[in-house]
């Protein structure tokens, strides 16, 4: 492995290995399953920037060390640089972050994300962008933001709503889990390879010398399999899901499962109404309203939005839930956030209206994403 510089008390959080046609590029913090730090995005930034303009290379390999390929943002150091009155710090994180996302969204040459592990915020977004998404018998995907005082960010406001029917809203205001199997289902994943077959994969891979999306998916399909969905499995109730998430509030939502709840004994239903009442109420406002919304914006759009959402959930300015979340759940975790407000009916449209607005501090400009250029097909239908 190539070690590249960063701080990780000595540690080298990114590592690549070098092959003349292929890069594969490791997350290095497992013990933090892989937790996405400043260092890293601004590294995978340069990476891949990198590697775009050298023809040399053909194709890159993502992948994680451990059982986690990402488990998301380091939302920790975030909320350190809150408390200590510097949310800019946090808007700097975010900045870079949704620039990589953006060019994973509109890269010219294949990606292959190997998700063997956890897949969830920020993982996604380092991920879901790219062409080819190998999931496996060890992934477990969710995008659990609502629950943090947060919301499905990294570009997932373009993703989600992509996914058959409503499901990416109940998966975006529920922030339920889901198997390599059901990640292959809705579409998340690409292809389903099981663990033992992997390093095998990564070696056909390398050894390819091509950026031919339809070489590389031959040389996936190899190693894929189809997995069964489990008899549970929340996707074989997608005509469920369909009916409540595609409500036009909230409340709604929510109001049509406690009907339900009433003339059935149906577990799902009642998981499903715990989970959103236990996240924060603004969190699943301002959630629907940006999935909603990106269902009809480009993928520079959804992150443009997701920016000004973002300054403002560090700001504070609407609501402190973002800190409160993370207090609950990461930091004391007694797992009892008090939100504020507390519930839905609390949480105005002019509220809500004031996370899409632009943030009104000179010093914040809205997103600026890179001009993109030669860019395949696939990546131009995302813009």
């Not at 609390?346 to 004031?354: G, I, K, P, Q, Y």
Request: glycine residues 8%.
């Amino acid at each position: 492995m190539e070690p590249i510089n960063s701080t990780n008390g000595g540690a080298d959080q990114v590592l690549v290995e070098g092959h003349s046609h292929a890069k594969k590029v490791v997350f290095n913090r497992p013990k933090q399953l892989n937790a996405l730090s400043f260092q890293m995005v601004s590294r995978l930034l340069e990476l891949f920037l990198a590697c775009e303009g050298d023809h040399n290379v053909k194709l890159i390999i993502l992948k994680g060390k451990g059982r986690a390929f990402c488990a998301g943002g380091d939302v920790a150091a975030v909320v350190h640089d809150i408390t200590e009155g510097n949310w800019k710090l946090g808007a700097e994180f975010f900045r870079i972050e949704y620039i990589m996302n953006y060019v994973m969204a509109t890269y010219s040459k294949p990606q292959v994300s190997i998700l063997n592990g956890i897949v969830m915020g920020g993982g996604a977004g380092a991920s879901i962008h790219g062409r080819f998404r190998v999931a496996t018998e060890n992934s477990v995907f969710a995008m659990p933001e609502t629950a943090l005082g947060l919301f499905p960010d990294v570009g997932a406001t373009y993703f989600l709503p992509r996914l058959p029917g409503f499901f990416g809203e109940y998966v975006g205001l529920t922030g339920t889990r889901l198997d390599g199997a059901e990640m292959l289902a809705c579409g998340l994943a690409t292809h389903f390879v099981p663990e033992v077959r992997l390093s095998l994969l990564e070696e056909a891979l390398c050894d390819a010398n091509s950026s031919d999306p339809a070489i590389i998916s031959a040389i996936i399909n190899e190693f894929s399999q189809q997995p069964r969905l489990k008899e549970k499995s929340v996707y074989h109730l997608l005509d469920i899901i369909n009916d409540f998430f595609s409500r036009r509030t909230v409340e709604e939502i929510i109001l049509a499962l406690e009907r339900e709840a009433v003339n059935t004994n149906n577990g799902w239903i009642s998981s499903t109404i715990k989970s959103l009442k236990a996240a924060s109420p603004t969190s699943l406002k301002i959630t629907l309203r940006s999935i909603r919304e990106g269902r009809h914006q480009g993928v520079g759009q959804c992150l443009i939005s997701e920016y000004r959402m973002v300054c403002r959930v560090m700001q504070g300015k609407v609501s402190k839930d973002f800190m409160e979340g993370c207090r609950a759940i990461l930091l004391d975790k007694d797992k009892n956030p008090k939100w504020e407000p507390s519930k839905l009916e609390l949480v105005s449209d002019e509220m809500v209206n004031r996370y899409f607005s632009k943030v009104d501090e000179e010093d914040v400009a809205d997103l600026m994403l890179p001009t993109r250029s030669n860019l395949p097909a696939h990546a131009i239908a995302k813009l």
